[in-house]
Nanobody
Framework: VQLQASGGGLVQAGNSLRLSCTASGSTSFSRNTIAWFRQAPGKEREFVAGFFRGSDRTYYTDSVKGRFTVSRDHAKNTAFLQMNILRPEDTAVYYC???????????????????WGQGTLVTVSS
């Protein structure tokens, strides 16, 4: 599975960005667990949002609830992260990741994901 992430950039606080993550090499992307993580300078990679396996239920870290929305287009093998009301503390490299085997208990742990996109930089200025 190869993941290609895109959509990052430089925006002012309060504005929006939409990240995309397109998968190739797999026919089961829609049934996999798909998650967005981010890593700010000097910090550990952290879970942002995602889907667990084929469920339509979405999960978010508390700091982005109400501002970010994760979605996916099964036909296009693509996941999205719509980020609204961006804050300077959202500045990070954002990664999409997928796993065929992670269990719910470790869903937010990046160590349990087999496939990663290359990362896309989001910079939010104040």
């Amino acid at each position: 599975v190869q993941l290609q992430a895109s959509g990052g950039g430089l925006v002012q606080a309060g504005n929006s960005l939409r990240l995309s993550c397109t998968a190739s090499g797999s026919t089961s992307f829609s049934r996999n667990t798909i998650a967005w993580f981010r890593q700010a300078p000097g910090k550990e990679r952290e879970f942002v949002a995602g889907f667990f396996r084929g469920s339509d239920r979405t999960y978010y870290t508390d700091s982005v609830k109400g501002r970010f929305t994760v979605s996916r287009d099964h036909a296009k093998n693509t996941a999205f992260l719509q980020m609204n009301i961006l804050r300077p503390e959202d500045t990070a490299v954002y990664y999409c990741a997928t796993s065929t085997s992670v269990i719910l208990s470790y869903f937010r742990d990046p160590r349990y994901y087999q496939y990663w996109g290359q990362g896309t930089l989001v910079t939010v200025s104040s």
